[in-house]
C-alpha cells in the first residue's frame, strides 16, 4: 500500500474530496477483488432501494444524480442476479417500483456489516462523538452538495 505522505501543510491545503475519492477507491477495489458478482456501485444502488421502499427507477435516477437509462442497466442486472424486482403497480400501470429480493436483502446486508466492520476500524482511535461529529459533518457535506448540484443544473440549463 502506498503511503500518502502528507505533511502539515500540504494537509490543509488539501480538498477533503481528495479523501473522499480516496476512500471510495480503495472501496472500490476492496469489492472487485473480494465479490465477483458485486460491482462497487451495487450496495449505493442496494441501499437506496432498502431505505427508499417503493422507489421508481426515475426517483432512483434523480437520488443518485444519474441518468435513468444508466439506473435501468443496473437495475436490469441487479434484477438478473436475483438481487432486485421491479412491479408495476395495480392502480398505475406506468409505474414500476423496486424491491429488494431476499437475496438482495442478503447481500445488502452483509456488505452493510462489512462497511461498518471496516468504520469501526477507522475509528478505533476516536471517541463515540467524534464518530458521530464526523458523520453529522459528512452529512451536512451531502447536503449542501445537493443544493449546490441543483443550483448548477439551473445554471447550465438557463
Request: hydrophobic share 35%; charged share 35%; aromatic share 14%.
Amino acid at each position: 500500500m502506498a503511503n500518502l505522505n502528507f505533511d502539515e501543510e500540504r494537509l490543509e491545503i488539501t480538498p477533503f474530496f481528495y479523501f473522499i475519492n480516496y476512500l471510495n477507491v480503495l472501496h472500490d477495489n476492496f469489492l472487485k477483488e473480494n465479490f465477483k458478482e458485486i460491482t462497487p456501485r451495487d450496495f449505493t444502488y442496494l441501499s437506496n432501494i432498502y431505505y427508499n421502499p417503493g422507489i421508481s427507477q426515475k426517483e432512483l435516477a434523480e437520488l443518485l444524480y444519474v441518468s435513468e437509462s444508466n439506473v435501468a442497466q443496473i437495475i436490469k442486472r441487479l434484477e438478473k442476479s436475483g438481487q432486485v424486482r421491479r412491479e408495476v403497480l395495480k392502480d398505475n400501470k406506468g409505474r414500476k417500483v423496486l424491491s429488494l429480493t431476499e437475496k438482495g436483502e442478503d447481500v445488502f446486508n452483509m456488505l452493510l456489516d462489512m462497511i461498518c466492520e471496516g468504520e469501526d476500524h477507522y475509528f478505533s482511535d476516536y471517541s463515540d462523538e467524534d464518530k458521530r461529529k464526523f458523520k453529522e459533518m459528512l452529512y451536512l457535506f451531502c447536503e449542501k452538495s445537493t443544493q449546490y448540484e441543483k443550483l448548477k443544473y439551473s445554471w447550465d440549463h438557463k
